[in-house]
Structures are given as structure tokens and as C-alpha cells.
């Protein structure tokens, strides 16, 4: 599974944005691949920002599948109040 991070996770196998080092430029395409993975990053923090104005996500204390059951949950009835 590819994990989308923000610079403070480098090193640890997670996909972060390219860092300038020390008297070099970024180059063009890594700053291609900053600039996109800054629109997914901030796609997925909106929709964790939307999914937490339901309460069961907010006050969410369930272990084990229950947090992905909840989520898909949360998920279905968002897309049904967007279809109606």
C-alpha cells in the first residue's frame, strides 16, 4: 500500500514530497511530483475533515475492523446525501 506522508516521515518507507539540499535547485520534475503530491495530500486531509463532523468518527474508540466498518459507513452515507 502506498502511504502519503509530509517531510517529517522521511525514511520511513512513506511516500514524502522531494527536499531541496543545500546549494540546489529542485529539479523540474521533482518539483512535478511535489506539486501533485500536494493535491492528493490535501484531497485526503479535506475528506478525513469532512468524515469527522459524524459523530461516530469524531468519538471513534473501536479497534480491530470496526474503524474500517465505521468508515465505510460514514463514507456510503456521505455519498448518499450528495446523490439526493
Known amino acids: 500500500m502506498t502511504v502519503l506522508a509530509h517531510g517529517a516521515y522521511l525514511n520511513c518507507g512513506m511516500v514524502t514530497p522531494h527536499r531541496k539540499c ?28 469532512r468524515m469527522k463532523n459524524y459523530q461516530v468518527l469524531r468519538d471513534c474508540r473501536q479497534h480491530g475492523d470496526g474503524l474500517r466498518h465505521a468508515v465505510q459507513a460514514v463514507a456510503h452515507m456521505h455519498n448518499l446525501a450528495l446523490a439526493s
Open 22 to 49: 543545500p546549494r540546489r535547485e529542485l529539479l523540474p520534475g521533482e518539483e512535478d511530483d511535489n506539486a501533485a503530491h500536494r493535491k492528493v495530500r490535501a484531497r485526503v486531509e479535506h475528506v478525513i475533515g
